[in-house]
């Protein structure tokens, strides 16, 4: 009888183990998660006359004949100067994202140049 039991028992087991499948999920990039306690974490941010400049950094830099319809995501980072982590809708519907350094000097640099998608998906 206790044999029966503990065969059942691993077979059930076994079975139940085979069946449970699951999608690999996509790790989310450090600048979308929420940093709010965390020093020098990214942070949800305004769109302000230095966010404004690395906006106009990043469209700058952009091989895109459409123009921009709105700035709908901007996060910083407080770094040895600031990271902007952008993202734009432009009025042909397309979103971009793309992320602008400036230094303490005031230097707007592309960090990673513009690419195609929304910025924290």
Do not use: F
């Not at 996509?26 to 942070?43: D, F, H, I, R, T």
């Not at 230095?50 to 910083?76: G, Y």
């Not at 350094?101 to 929304?118: E, T």
Request: aromatic share 6%; hydrophobic share 35%; with cysteine.
């Amino acid at each position: 009888m206790s044999r029966t039991l503990i065969i059942g028992t691993l077979a059930l087991v076994a079975l139940s183990g085979c069946s449970y499948h699951t999608e690999p999920q996509k790790p989310v990039p450090a600048m979308c998660q929420s940093g709010e306690n965390l020093a020098g974490g990214w942070q949800d941010a305004e769109l302000t006359p230095d966010a404004q400049q690395a906006v106009n950094t990043l469209l700058d830099r952009m091989n895109n004949a459409s123009p921009l319809e709105s700035v709908t995501q901007i996060r910083t980072q407080v770094v040895n100067g600031i990271n902007y982590a952008i993202e734009v809708q432009l009025e042909n519907g397309q979103y971009w994202h793309g992320k602008v350094y400036r230094n303490i000097r005031g230097d707007y640099l592309i960090d990673s140049v513009a690419q195609q998608g929304k910025l924290c998906p």
